[in-house]
């Protein structure tokens, strides 16, 4: 779910600007599922400009208290989120985890770096949502761990209905600062794509696994 249009619309015209998404219609990208596709998102370049980093943070950090009160602890979806979540962490003043995919198969074997204390009360943050696999992944250890997951906030999703099926399944609320519609929204208002190139960006977020040229 996207709270706020303004904060949607700027946040894909930023992603846009610095490349974090890049969209190529014409020479398609190949994902590592196998998939074809015209889209690639790669929110961890945000990092690198610090304009673009605070306006994330300082939404993320709103939309947190917004939707899911003050926290305990802010945790961070490794690797891609580790950044971002330290930051909103560090605005709101809050201690700081992230989640491993898995545990690690050495030392103390721990999937979740950092003090978690039981029962305490954790907002997720990801950088991108695609089928939701992973970023569940993380709220289920982080529950195994006793924590009380609240919800999960990202700075991009595709918009799949795979991933609305999986997180209701869960019954995880998710909330992102923009998604796939206010990206093509705001790349054809800007004449970043054509008409064509528009058509064929629709046309693959209906059927993704399935889409080719």
Sequence with gaps: MVLDKD????TAELLLQINAIKLNPKNPFSWASGWKSPIYCD??????FPPIRNFLRENMAK?????????????GVATGAIGIGMLVAESMGLPF??????PKKHGRGNQIEGFLDNGQNVVVVEDLISTGKSSLNAVKALKEAGANVKG???IFSYGFNIASENFEKEQ????????YNFLLEQANETHYINETEL?????????????CV
């Design 97 to 102: 985890v992230y989640v491993r995919p898995e």
């Design 199 to 211: 058509e064929t960006l629709k046309e693959w977020r209906e059927n993704p696994a399935e889409w």
């Design 43 to 48: 929110n961890r370049i945000t990092l690198s």
């Design 7 to 10: 904060t949607a619309k700027k």
């Design 152 to 154: 999960m906030i990202a």
């Design 63 to 75: 939309q947190i208290e917004s939707e899911y009160g003050r926290p305990d602890v802010i945790a």
């Design 172 to 179: 995880v609320k998710l909330n992102t600062l923009s998604n």
